[in-house]
Every structure is written in C-alpha cells, then in structure tokens.
C-alpha cells in the first residue's frame, strides 16, 4: 500500500509505504515490498482512491484527477494487475480515460454510489478481467511519472 502520509497500519496490509506513486522510486519501494512479502506473483489489484491538491479550479482539478488516474492505470500494467479500481471526476476527459482502461481490462464499468453527494462530478471505475496477459511484467514504458 502507497499513501502520501504517514498512516496507521492496517491489519492484513503488510507493509505500508510513504510515497508519491508518481515517482519511480516509490514504483521500486513497492516493487521490492512485494517481493519481499512474496506477493510478486499474486493476482494484484490496483485501488487507487487519489485525489489532487484541489485549487477550486474545476477545469485544473479535473484535469489533475484524470492524470492522477491515469497514472494508477500505468502501475496497474506495470504490475500486471488482474484489478482495477480507482476514482475520478467526471468531464472532459472521463470517456478517453475510460477508453485507456478498456485496452488493459475487458470488463469495465462505471459506479456512482449512493452515498455519494447529489451534484457531485466524483465516480468509481472498476475494470476486472486483464487482457494482454503475455505482456512483459514490470515495462516501465507503462509507467507516467513525474521525475
């Protein structure tokens, strides 16, 4: 598990790693995490539950959470992951994100739960079901980072 901030651990996660998951070496803390933990081979799922630095400029937040997304999506090829959840706001971009995802997972689908709040642009993408399987794990080409 990646987070930003130092958090709690959590029982069943065996290791939490303080990082950014738009730079490589936090990429390589978790590479090395799951070899350690014998989980490398393991079917993987990929929650991502990112979100910016909001500014309260919707276009830039927006623009900022796809990207956030996009970059979850990079580290679930990376990995090979048979699981793809994360969070993003709707608009613009939603429908190319989802068409990114489609290429990696034959079953994708959107949710809006019920508890989220009435007018808020917040939705879940799942994807199950990895396609490409016989693609080279740990391609960095897959990976969008920021370094």
Not at 60 to 75: F, M, S, Y
Not at 112 to 119: A, D, F, I, L
Not at 134 to 146: G, H, I, M, S, T
Request: glycine share 4%; hydrophobic share 40%.
């Amino acid at each position: 598990m990646v987070d930003l901030a130092r958090i709690k651990q959590i029982p069943y996660i065996k290791e939490i790693i303080k990082g950014d998951i738009t730079k490589l070496s936090t990429i390589t803390q978790l590479q090395n995490s799951l070899r350690r933990n014998g989980s490398e081979e393991k079917e993987m799922v990929v929650l991502a539950d990112c979100s910016p630095n909001l500014t309260g400029a919707w276009i830039t937040d927006r623009a900022k959470q796809i990207w956030l997304a996009e970059v979850a999506l990079g580290i679930s090829n990376f990995f090979l992951a048979e699981k793809f959840l994360t969070k993003v706001f709707q608009g613009e971009f939603f429908q190319e994100l989802l068409k990114k995802i489609k290429i990696s997972y034959k079953n994708v689908k959107s949710h809006k739960p019920k508890t989220s709040r009435k007018g808020s642009a917040e939705i879940y993408i799942v994807a199950t079901e990895r396609k490409n399987k016989e693609v080279q794990r740990y391609n960095k080409q897959f990976l969008l980072l920021d370094e």
